[in-house]
Nanobody, 117 residues
């Protein structure tokens, strides 16, 4: 059973930084993608950043140059470094894993981020 647990969200002022973490437990095949999504009230969930098992990354247009996705394989943890935060970054952030070999998709329960002065 794969479980994803996010942490690191909170309240931050505009221009500030936060680092989100996603602890991954369970067995995932070697061919997979990991990523972060977010959902603000009244909006659809959107992709923020993605990382494939071969190391390729991709970012949503609104976060390019400000957010960085990374992983620590030894700790089975995915990160999202968020800099120069804006009020429009306010949302619940979700960790996501897609296991290509098993055609399975996993989600964490989310961690809220609020950017406000």
């Amino acid at each position: 059973q794969v479980q994803l647990v996010e942490s690191g969200g909170g309240l931050v002022q505009p221009g500030g930084s936060l680092r989100l973490s996603c602890a991954v437990s369970g067995s995932i095949s070697s061919i997979h993608s990991m990523g972060w999504y977010r959902q603000a009230p009244g909006t659809e969930r959107e992709s923020v950043a993605g990382l494939t098992s071969d190391g390729s990354t991709n970012y949503g247009d609104s976060v390019k140059g400000r957010f960085t996705i990374s992983r620590n394989n030894a700790k089975n943890t995915l990160y999202l470094q968020m800099n120069s935060l804006k009020p429009e970054d306010t949302a619940v952030y979700y960790c996501h894993v897609f296991d290509f070999s098993r055609d399975m998709r996993y989600w964490g329960k989310g961690t809220p981020v609020t950017v406000s002065s």
